[in-house]
């Protein structure tokens, strides 16, 4: 594939209702050369989760509500409220009147649309021939692709502002009748563009016939900003972020002890996804992989940084590089007929798949099977009660837990899980299990929830402290800020 001189760039939600304050510093760059960039941007912060349900704590959204209720218009209330909450965004980021105006209308337009495809859609779903669980994909899709459509609307107008030869790049597909596939769609929205003299504000949601949300849910936008990357050739792919990629948590073990990670690989992104850190989707990785683009994850407030490489490169040296944790739960099934039965879990997997659980890690040994899955608690009982009907002489039982993980491209040598767990007695945490794959990229401590935080700050002051830094075989020059800034290919 041919590269070129431009980078695809993405901003997160957090980021994006700040993007006032990244006007001068982002996209004007202080006054050097602005283009040939192309950014894909995230819904301002919190509106995909009024669009569809709480990331976290599961709060039910426009499309939760709607998919939960036959006849009522709840949902109805709650896309109100998301109409208020993307007028309020705006008008954090806007100044002028007209641009104000403008935004609102954009709002209206789409909101009401919206409204009245659902409302359509309820009506038709009451007669018999009709079931509304066939198109909840798409209400979906829909309904996530309005958080996109407006913050790239409203991101276009603040640029044409300063004076930006800015152009709104709406992959969403909005009243578009046809079925596209996704590199149909990106090539569309990026023909007859000039990079040299035209910034295109992209929506991360992108309207295709793969269906990115069945495939990809809520990590949908980092698909779309790699596969413009690999599509149009990008000499390197940006996550602009609220903060640095770092060691390990600044709010647990202090800011002054945390160091940013500055250079790593591939292997490691991976990693952090599997424990919720979300530094890149994996299927976005695996496309900036193939098409051997690195990807850099900047600070979007400190623009000076050049932030994180993520590239191929194996560590010149062993260490451990970041140590963070995720609450899990603790899946666990025993039998004593399991034994030596091959594909006994098959019914296991069956399940976590249907419910849409994420696997962290899992352990096993004759009679016992261990799953540790990242879901909400209502998923898993959902599971637990599948599990049971399928194993009637099993026992199956659930806890929550903690994962606690040391990552870095190469731990060979340095005897990480004996220092980590010598650390952990010290302080008079046992774990519950450990475990240490023979990549020796990552070590997984899992521990009650009360002891990830304490066992956080105990591991990366042990691992990745001064004291482990001056006893390492040596030290990797990768970490440092200014090391490996040369892809950064920018007129």
């Known amino acids: 594939m041919t590269k070129h001189a431009h980078t695809v760039e993405k901003i997160g939600g957090t980021s994006m209702s700040r993007s006032a304050e990244l ?4 996209f004007l760059r202080g006054g050097a050369d602005p283009y040939n960039r192309i950014f894909v941007v995230s819904a301002y912060s919190g509106i995909t989760n009024m669009l569809l349900e709480h990331k976290k704590t599961r709060e039910s959204g426009v499309y939760a509500r709607f998919s939960n209720a036959s006849h009522d218009r709840g949902w109805s209330d709650a896309l109100d409220d998301v109409m208020v909450a993307m007028n309020e965004a705006h008008r954090k980021v806007l100044e002028a009147p007209g641009d104000i105006r403008d935004a609102d209308h954009f709002v209206r337009e789409r909101v009401e649309g919206a409204r009245s495809c659902l409302i359509d859609l309820q009506r038709l779903c009451s007669y018999g021939h009709f079931r509304l669980n066939q198109h909840l994909d798409i209400i979906r899709e829909m309904l996530s692709g309005l958080g996109e459509s407006h913050s790239a609307y409203v991101t276009t107008l603040l640029l044409r502002r300063a004076g930006l030869h800015a152009r709104f790049v709406d992959l969403g597909g909005w009243r578009d009748e046809r079925e596209v596939t996704l590199e149909q769609r990106i090539e569309e929205g ?44 990008a000499s390197e792919a940006i996550i602009h972020k609220e903060f640095h990629l770092s060691s390990a948590d600044p709010k647990l073990v202090g800011a002054h002890n945390v160091r940013k990670l500055g250079y790593t690989n591939y292997d490691v992104a991976d990693q952090l996804s599997n424990m919720g850190m979300e530094a ?59 034994v030596g039965v091959k594909g006994y879990d098959a019914k296991i997997l069956q399940s976590l798949t249907q419910h849409k ?119 990797d020059a990768s970490t440092d800020a200014s090391a490996k800034t040369e892809p950064r290919l920018v007129a």
């Open 357 to 475: 659980v994420s696997i962290v890690a899992k352990s096993s040994n004759a009679n016992t099977i261990t799953h540790y899955v990242d879901a909400s608690l209502k998923s898993v009982k959902r599971v637990e009660r599948d599990l049971a009907e399928a194993y009637p002489g099993a026992s199956v039982t659930t806890r929550g837990l903690s994962v606690v993980a040391a990552i870095g491209r190469d731990l060979k040598g340095l005897n990480a899980l004996g220092t980590g767990l010598g650390a952990l007695k010290e302080a008079g945490i046992s774990p519950v299990a450990v475990q240490q794959g023979p990549r020796n990229v990552d070590i997984q401590f899992v521990l009650m929830r009360e002891d990830a935080d304490n066992a956080v700050k105990l591991l990366h002051a042990a691992l990745i402290g001064q004291e482990m830094a001056a006893k390492a075989p040596g030290k």
């Open 280 to 338: 890149i989707h994996p299927s976005a990785a695996k496309t900036l992989r193939q098409a051997d683009i690195p990807l850099r994850v900047t600070n979007a407030f400190e623009p000076s940084d050049p932030g994180t490489l993520i590239d191929d490169s194996p560590a010149t040296a062993p260490q451990v590089e970041i140590v963070t944790a995720l609450d899990v739960f603790a899946l666990e099934v025993f039998a004593h007929e399991m």
């Open 23 to 26: 006007l001068d510093s982002l």
């Open 190 to 233: 990026m023909r007859d563009l000039d990079l040299g003299s035209e910034m295109p504000i992209v929506t991360g949601y992108a309207q295709c016939s793969e269906g990115l949300m069945s495939l990809y849910d809520r990590g949908y936008s980092e698909v779309t900003f790699s596969r413009i990357a690999a599509q149009t050739g």
